[in-house]
């Protein structure tokens, strides 16, 4: 019978976050490295999580969840309405570096405190003393609806992709709006089960998924390549076209830019499970800039193999399957198996992504509800012993998906709005958590030490970053045509603006009243 007295069944105390890190020289996959435990002092956490990711699988976890390329692809309609394929690949371009510098910058924040707490975390230490509370509760909760919004975002985005294959192999299919329901609850019961049984076994997993997401880029790239008919270069690369009628070509370009910040949003996706890392301050910040390269390069790639095997955009744009990239695989194989085939490894990727955003906001969820940020705190921050995860945040996020993919039985454009939020919630997370880096950069403030430093650059680094982030910002919330009707106008506005005044008016009347932000449990001596 295998020994299970090693060095994982060591009993810390419940008080451990403010033992004497140097007393204890155990490590353990529960308590991970040295480093990890005078991190963990520092910020006056108990490590509760068990820590079984490493560089590789981590790396796989930023890489499946973002996946730039199968993005891409399922967005590609959005940019050729508005840019063309010109205005795609250098939106995509621009989109690549500006996202580059946000990166850059949340993987120094996340190297000075990785907690699974992430951006609400970095803005209670960051921000000016005064604002430190409010700025910190406004983006617990900014993080919270993103990535709770996410999960029946991605769960959708898959079983559309199963529709659209469906009226490929049968043209008599008639998509019906329950049937995205059930699909979506369905992805998501699959995400739960891997993020609940099959917890321990996440880090294997995404190492494997992370082999399909590299050898399916290759399938269709080479595929396109050998068998589309290919446009001319100067075609490509030398026309930006205003197929949705803005009158502008270069507004329709900024509104195009939605497809590409969608495939490369999530940067702080791997921070959230930093708790679950090993030696995160050193590997952390490193999976985030090899994941952004990665993908911004495999994306790049595929989106200009498309844009030369696109033919007739106008057919491409109005195809039955509702996505223009399995149309143009159709029309380059000329086989509904094969086009069946390739596009499943979209939605393949797709379901996996919607696991990796289930442990996303789980851990989220539990972070900001054990900092006493949000209701029925205590049950939500519960790991249960044996589980090693926050079991209670799970199913709660589970929960929350089911109950938002039905809305879509009701009105897709309620849902589609909803489903959304993600980005631009995001998105101004980001914004407000690295403007207080900067503000900190501008007064000349000390830093926290990380293992992780822009050093002179920071301030340059993160100035880009805001810049480019408000940009992105303001063009979430555009529609995809002008003068919409109410089915095709973006909703998020009115919704996002909701939120943030619901959360508003619970600080006001209780929030304030419990919460005090991760920067007054920091152990100053450590």
């Not at 992430?118 to 909760?141: C, D, M, N, T």
Request: charged letters at 15%.
């Amino acid at each position: 019978m295998e020994d299970h007295k090693d060095a994982d069944t060591v009993v810390q105390p419940r008080d451990s976050a403010s033992a004497n890190v140097e007393e204890d020289p155990v490590f353990s996959e529960k308590k991970g490295t040295r480093n990890d435990q005078k991190d963990m002092q520092r910020m006056g956490k108990l490590q509760e999580l068990r820590r079984n990711f490493r560089f590789l699988s981590i790396f796989g976890y930023s890489m499946i969840l973002m996946a730039t390329w199968e993005t891409g692809l399922t967005t590609l309609g959005i940019p050729l309405l508005n840019g063309g394929t010109s205005g795609a690949i250098f939106l995509f371009i621009g989109t690549a570096v500006g996202m580059g510098f946000v990166i850059v910058s949340m993987a120094e924040m996340a190297s000075m405190a990785p907690t699974s707490g992430g951006q609400y975390h970095w803005v209670s230490e960051f921000a000016p003393r005064k604002h430190q509370k409010f700025l910190s509760y406004i983006v617990g909760w900014l993080c919270v609806l993103g990535w709770q919004t996410g999960i029946p975002s991605i769960a959708y985005l898959a079983g559309t992709q199963i529709q659209g294959l469906i009226i490929l192999n049968n043209g008599s299919y008639v998509p019906e709006r329950w049937h995205g329901t059930l699909l979506v609850i369905a992805v998501a019961t699959v995400s739960i089960i891997f993020n609940t049984l099959l917890a321990r076994k996440l880090p294997l997993i995404e190492g494997t998924v992370l082999i399909l997401h590299i050898f399916g880029f290759f399938a269709v790239f080479i595929t396109m390549w050998v068998l589309a008919p290919r446009s001319k270069a100067s075609d490509v690369f030398g026309q930006f076209q205003d197929n949705a009628g803005w009158g502008n070509v270069g507004l329709s370009c900024l509104v195009g830019q939605l497809a590409p910040v969608f495939s490369l949003l999530g940067s702080d996706a791997a921070t959230h499970m930093s708790e679950e890392l090993r030696d995160a301050s050193y590997t952390l910040p490193r999976a985030m800039i090899w994941t952004a390269v990665s993908n911004s390069i495999l994306g790049l790639l595929m989106l200009i193999t498309m844009c030369f095997c696109l033919g007739d955009v106008e057919s491409i744009i109005k195809t039955p399957t509702g996505y223009p990239f399995i149309q143009v695989i159709f029309n380059a194989t000329e086989s509904r198996v094969g086009t069946t085939v390739l596009a499943s490894i979209t939605v393949i990727m797709a379901i996996f992504g919607c696991v990796n955003n289930v442990a996303t906001s789980s851990r989220q969820l539990f972070a900001f509800a054990r900092d006493h940020g949000l209701p029925f705190g205590t049950f939500l921050a519960q790991v249960r012993p044996g589980w090693d995860i926050p079991l209670n945040a799970v199913l709660v996020s589970f929960t929350v998906a089911i109950l938002l993919s039905l809305i879509n039985i009701g009105s897709t454009v309620a849902f589609n709005s909803i489903a959304s939020l993600g980005t631009c919630a995001l998105l101004s997370s980001y914004i407000i958590s690295i403007s207080c880096m900067f503000l900190k950069r501008w007064r000349n403030e000390p830093l926290l030490p990380s293992q992780f430093r822009l050093g002179k650059y920071g301030i340059w680094v993160n100035g880009i970053s805001i810049v480019y982030l408000c940009v992105a910002f303001i063009f979430s919330f555009f529609p995809s045509f002008p003068h919409p009707t109410p089915d095709l106008m973006n909703w998020n506005i009115l919704i996002y603006g909701a939120v943030v005044i619901f959360s508003l008016l619970y600080f006001s009347s209780r929030g304030r009243h419990i919460y005090v932000g991760p920067v007054e449990y920091i152990n100053k001596d450590a």
